[in-house]
Structure formats: structure tokens, C-alpha cells
């Protein structure tokens, strides 16, 4: 599963592997470290995931998961 997350700096958007998560990360654009956030935060997302099967689902902070 991809995930992609908003910087919180430069409000780029990120692709990253589920793997990223939890971890974190280097803004690719503005190079500033924060963080991924955890699966475990993300329970409404999967299951909003799984309720379109398959589909992106973008939470209220920019985040987005699929
Ligand atoms: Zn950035």
C-alpha cells in the first residue's frame, strides 16, 4: 500500500510506501525531518479505504492513503 502525507512546511505532498510509516522522513522539496504519522492513527482511513474498495482516502490534515 502507498501512502502520501502533506509537508508540514511546504505543503508538499509525498508518495511514500506504508512503510514510511511511523518514521521519519526528509521533505524531498524543503528538506526539513518530521514525522510519518503511525498505522495505528490511521484506523479511519483504512477502514474508509475499505469501504470504497480500493480507492484514495484523504484525511483532514492533507494525508492521503490507498
Ligand atoms: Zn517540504
Do not use: Q
Amino acid at each position: 500500500m502507498k501512502m502520501c502525507v502533506k509537508c508540514p512546511r511546504c505543503n508538499d505532498r509525498i508518495l511514500l510506501s506504508s512503510d514510511a510509516a511511523d518514521r521519519r522522513i526528509t521533505c524531498p522539496k524543503c528538506l526539513i525531518l518530521f514525522k510519518v504519522p503511525a498505522m495505528e492513527e490511521l484506523g479511519e482511513a483504512l477502514s474508509a479505504i475499505d469501504g470504497i474498495g480500493g480507492g484514495v482516502f484523504v484525511d483532514g490534515k492533507g494525508n492521503c492513503f490507498g
